[in-house]
């Protein structure tokens, strides 16, 4: 069930990042210019921002119980990709735009979730002692839409508004989560709370809360159509909004093995991978955007022929030939014509939106990108070693 839940969670991350992209080309090109809350783009982006990262931290918490090991694995399973990829991006930022620039502790884009579970991680064991550590994370929670400081530094905005769900996962019990799955045996109060969940977000979609919002990484000075006490109440009804999906979906969610299941568990390549997309979908369009992920799928069904017919030989022949491929056909100009175009036609969007997000997200679990996120993160300078002695 929690790989299930965690496949499900990774896979809705590309839906996001898509949507908000293409969202904004979309409504700057056939609308008013700003993102279209009152579409499907709207609906999509405003649910999963609601409680998708919370549910990430919320399981993250969850199998933090055991401190000492928490403490022992968190640079090499979050700080050490967390550094990796930061640089990686610095270069990729560097292609995608100007002035591109690296600094470690303002976390690029998504990062900063591992930069962030590297602090909860590590420091929990020492931070569980103090008892009133829950109560203490809500407060500074809403206290972080206050502080115009607490912002992309250090990536504190999100630290401090997602640290209580993290806790909410350490502390609970296998007992306690039994007893909320409890209501699949009430399917009425199920199917009831499923309904206040969406009826909710369908009024944050015509409501006067903009989307950037929603990300919980800025104070309210940010956003000038919002007074400090609508923050704060916001942030109330995102908290129990953002419970209740969580005590929602761990009822709904089956606990047999699948291929979802087998994404949860894989859920590292999809997340720092599909970035580099979401940059061809802000550049270039959801039209190049979607070729790419066709490109990223291509290299994830030559990776599962591989595995069940072998041959590494021809195997290799034909990564290099494909890479060779796509490398002449992006920069032979054959693309260009297709370059920041969005189709008026929004259904077709929601298809290459939708789509492309589904694509990239199940391709990247395949043998070929799992094996190349292994390689960048432990491969160059034997990563695991580095954080050892780092450690010590």
Not at 344 to 353: A, C, P, Q, T
Not at 369 to 390: H, R
Request: aromatic share 20%; hydrophobic share 55%; charged share 10%.
């Amino acid at each position: 069930m929690f790989d299930t839940f965690r496949g499900l969670l990774i896979l809705s991350i590309p839906m996001s990042h898509f949507t908000k992209m293409a969202g904004n080309q979309y409504g700057a090109m056939y609308l008013t210019g700003g993102f279209p809350e009152e579409s499907l783009f709207g609906f999509v982006y405003i649910t999963i921002n609601v409680f998708v990262m919370q549910a990430f931290m919320f399981l993250s918490g969850y199998f933090s119980k055991k401190v000492d090991r928490a403490q022992e694995t968190a640079f090499g399973t979050f700080m050490w990709p967390y550094l990796v990829f930061t640089v990686i991006y610095y270069f990729i930022r560097m292609f995608f735009m100007d002035g591109a620039n690296l600094k470690l502790l303002t976390p690029p884009f998504a990062l900063w979730f591992l930069f962030v579970l590297f602090f909860y991680r590590f420091f929990l064991k020492y931070m569980v002692k103090f008892n009133w550590l829950l109560p203490v994370s809500i407060m500074l929670y809403l206290l972080a839409g206050q502080v115009e400081e607490f912002g992309n530094l250090l990536a504190l905005g999100r630290a401090l508004s997602y640290f209580p769900f993290f806790l909410l996962g350490y502390y609970c019990s296998k007992e306690r989560l039994a007893w909320f799955q409890g209501l699949r045996k009430k399917p009425l109060l199920l199917a009831l709370l499923g309904i206040v969940l969406v009826g909710i977000t369908f009024l944050l979609m015509h409501s006067d809360v903009k989307v950037g919002w929603y990300l919980l990484k800025q104070s309210v000075d940010n956003f000038s159509n919002m007074m400090w006490w609508e923050d704060t109440l916001m942030r109330i009804l995102i908290f129990f909004v953002a419970s209740g999906w969580i005590i929602f979906m761990v009822n709904i969610i089956p606990s047999k093995k699948s291929f979802i299941s087998y994404i949860g568990m894989n859920t590292m390549p999809v997340y720092v991978f599909h970035l580099t997309l979401r940059y061809v979908v802000e550049f270039y369009g959801i039209y190049v955007g979607f070729i790419s992920c066709l490109v990223v799928a291509w290299f994830a069904i030559l990776s599962l022929i591989h595995k069940k017919h072998g041959h590494s030989a021809v195997y290799g022949v034909i990564i290099a030939l494909s890479i060779i491929g796509f490398y002449l056909m992006y920069s032979s100009g054959i693309l260009t014509p297709l370059y920041g175009l969005v189709p008026e036609n929004i259904y077709l969007m929601y298809v290459l939106v939708y789509g492309g997000a589904l694509i990239c997200g199940v391709s990247f679990v395949a043998p070929f990108w799992v094996k190349l996120y292994d390689l960048l993160v432990t491969g160059p300078v034997k990563g695991s070693k580095l954080a050892t002695w780092l450690q010590k």
